[in-house]
């Protein structure tokens, strides 16, 4: 897996880069959800590294990532044709 410069480890789903940031890696006045959380960001375009400011999901307990991809899966399921 690729690390970011905080050391946070993050895979890219097409213009998509999902980044797992430990809540140890944070600065106590940015650990808003004291937890882990998955970070959702997308590349400002194709030519640069840049990242648009994105979503965070709390990752309180291992369920949390279960409920998103059961969601992405309704998502699939109700629009696929």
């Given at each position: 897996?690729?690390?970011?410069?905080?050391?946070?480890?993050?895979?890219?789903?097409?213009?998509?880069?999902?980044?797992?940031k430990?809540?140890?890696n944070?600065?106590?006045?940015?650990?808003?959800?004291?937890?882990?959380?998955?970070?959702?960001?997308?590349?400002?375009?194709?030519d640069?590294?840049?990242?648009?400011?994105?979503?965070?999901?709390?990752?309180?307990?291992?369920?949390?990532?279960?409920?998103?991809?059961?969601?992405?899966?309704?998502?699939?399921?109700?629009?696929?044709?």
């Open positions: 897996m690729q690390k970011d410069s905080s050391d946070n480890i993050y895979e890219n789903v097409g213009n998509i880069r999902i980044t797992y430990q809540q140890s944070r600065d106590a006045e940015k650990d808003w959800a004291e937890t882990d959380v998955l970070s959702f960001r997308a590349y400002k375009n194709a640069t590294d840049s990242l648009h400011m994105g979503a965070e999901l709390t990752l309180k307990n291992k369920e949390t990532i279960l409920e998103l991809i059961e969601a992405l899966c309704r998502l699939y399921r109700t629009t696929e044709k």
